[in-house]
């Protein structure tokens, strides 16, 4: 495991990731893109994690949760619904998880950091696999964030296909998480909310100890493509400027280690503990992983912030 200065240097962002499973949790494995299916979702509507997450948010009284409890909590409610998955925390620093659950840490609302959300929500309309949860899902996020945690609609991104919002194609996801980088500066918060299909492709650079990364789905996937953890991680989670809050609310099967954060815990233990699975050296030594920073200036797209 690499050590915490490492970690530092190669995530110089303070990250947070709650995700709705752990990656052995599926509801479909991407071994061929090109014939790949999206997963039957059986008559549920999605978005469990975050209806369940908003749920314990709003009907706890007194003194704050700390994330255990959230998980604790959540897992509970879950249980409850009939669904069997095992929310899961991920971090960027071995956080202590008895201190408080937190989007805006008091030094950030001391300092009057910026609030900036990203929020995705893809029913995949007309597909095979059709959701019809996860507007309502990023419709709620936008409320909950609103009115409890100071952000504004104007400094929120809405990608959602649904003719009204920008499309959540992968070209605009991408764009998206390289340009939130681009605005933060140490001392703001930034939320993502992604509910929608999650998936795995074969691992190709032996990273994955499993053999699989994870990936999230983009609405055009059959054209596009998926979108893999490897480049969420150099696009969003490594560029991201030093001393930013990020929170990452993950809704989506696989999403246990979406982004490779180096510590973890899910909602059945009591401690977080180092990320076996991540690989510092793979991005370290990276030359593309360099030059990703200069190449960043040349992806904007106008009107999405």
Avoid at 95 to 100: E, G, I, Q, T, W
Wanted: net charge negative.
């Amino acid at each position: 495991m690499a050590s915490s200065d490492q970690i530092k240097q190669a995530i110089p962002a303070r990250f947070v990731m709650i995700s709705g499973s752990e990656d052995v949790q599926t509801s479909a494995d991407v071994f061929n893109v090109g014939t790949f299916e999206l997963p039957n979702p059986a008559g549920k509507a999605g978005g469990a994690c975050t209806s369940t997450l908003l749920k314990v948010l709003n009907e706890h009284n007194g003194p704050k949760l700390s994330w255990i409890d959230l998980l604790h909590k959540m897992r509970s409610v879950l249980r409850q619904k009939g669904f069997d998955q095992v929310p899961q925390l991920s971090a960027s620093r071995l956080l202590d998880v008895n201190d408080a659950f937190e989007i805006v840490p008091q030094a950030s609302k001391m300092s009057g950091g910026a609030k900036r959300a990203i929020l995705i929500g893809i029913n995949y309309v007309g597909q095979q696999g059709q959701l019809s949860g996860c507007h309502n899902d990023v419709n709620n996020i936008k409320r909950y964030l609103i009115q409890h945690e100071g952000f504004m609609e104007k400094d929120m991104l809405i990608l959602m296909d649904n003719n009204q919002n920008h499309a959540p194609t992968k070209k605009n996801i991408v764009d998206a998480f390289t340009r939130i980088t681009q605005y933060s500066k140490a001392g703001d918060c930034v939320f993502i909310h992604y509910s929608g299909h999650g998936g795995r492709v074969k691992d190709l650079d032996g990273d994955e100890d499993d053999g699989f990364d994870e990936t999230l789905i983009p609405v055009d996937f059959r054209s596009a493509g998926q979108i893999v953890d490897d480049d969420i991680y150099k696009m969003l989670v490594k560029a991201m400027p030093a001393d930013v809050n990020v929170t990452v609310l993950m809704d989506c099967c696989h999403s246990g280690t979406a982004m490779d954060l180096p510590y973890t815990i899910n909602a059945t233990e009591s401690k977080m503990h180092a990320n076996d699975r991540f690989n510092i050296g793979s991005v370290m030594n990276d030359p593309a992983a360099l030059a990703c920073c200069a190449c960043l200036a040349f992806l904007l797209v106008d009107g999405l912030f």
